[in-house]
């Protein structure tokens, strides 16, 4: 069965600081998709990045940068010199092939303080 | 105009009585899906559907339902609303084409049972 860990429930930190979210998962697949989404306090869910499992060349977006690494089962997200708009709770997601749909981890709450 | 649209966005009801949720989608995406999130335990799939014909049961159906009006529309139905149903719920799209699986969501719908 497939499974999705974020054991950091919340993480505070102080602007300008780099922080890095954990996500380790399961999977009996050797063809899934995992995926980075965000949750403003306003409470909309936004995606930010999708990643196959043939792919493991990390990603940069701006501040955002994701670390896929198949031989851990992780992939994470890490924030280059955080925001007080990157306050969110960020949520780590699994979709493989035995799961039509997305499997989420519990989330992770960032406070950014300024 | 938002590609997802939920409505009501809030609501409260009382135990017992019938409640239907419904989402709209201007994506234009096959695909459909009910998520309900609970704090501390991430989204939890409730049903998905990947056509107007195609509906099927996620990890927590139990005490819901659902119908696919149209490709632009999936309503969810809580029969008879018990409290530990009280929970934001979220409709969600998906295409076969552009980035396959990524889910898009709507703004949510918090739901209250009193």
């Known amino acids: 069965a497939q499974k999705v860990t974020q054991a950091q429930t919340e993480i505070s930190v102080v602007e300008k600081e780099d922080v890095t979210l954990d996500c380790v998962y399961e999977?009996?697949?050797?063809?899934?998709?995992l995926f980075w989404y965000k949750q403003p306090p306003s409470g909309e869910l936004v995606f930010l990045i999708r990643?196959?499992?043939?792919?493991?060349q990390n990603e940069i977006s701006g501040r955002y940068s994701w670390n896929f690494q198949k031989s851990t089962s992780s992939f994470n997200f890490t924030i280059t010199a955080s925001q007080v708009v990157d306050s969110a709770v960020y949520f780590c997601?699994?979709?493989?092939?035995?799961?039509?749909?997305?499997?989420f981890g519990s989330g992770t709450r960032l406070q950014v303080q300024p | 105009d938002a590609d997802v649209t939920q409505t009501p966005r809030n609501r409260i009801t009382k135990t017992g009585k019938r409640i239907m949720l419904e989402c709209s989608q201007t994506?234009?995406?096959?695909?459909m899906y009910w998520y309900r999130q609970d704090p501390g335990l991430g989204l939890r799939l409730i049903y998905y559907?990947?056509?107007?014909?195609?509906?099927n049961k996620g990890e927590i159906s139990d005490g819901y339902s659902v119908s696919r009006q149209a490709q632009a529309k999936f309503s969810l139905s809580l029969e008879s609303a018990i409290p530990n149903q009280t929970a934001l719920y979220f409709c969600?799209?998906?295409?076969?084409?552009?980035?396959?699986?990524?889910?898009?969501f709507g703004p949510g719908t918090r739901l209250t049972v009193l």
């Open positions: 969600a799209t998906s295409d076969t084409t552009g980035l396959p699986d990524t889910q898009y």
């Open positions: 999977t009996r697949d050797t063809t899934y998709y």
């Open positions: 990643r196959n499992s043939f792919d493991e």
């Open positions: 997601a699994l979709r493989d092939t035995g799961r039509r749909a997305l499997t």
């Open positions: 994506k234009g995406h096959d695909r």
């Open positions: 559907s990947f056509d107007v014909k195609d509906i």
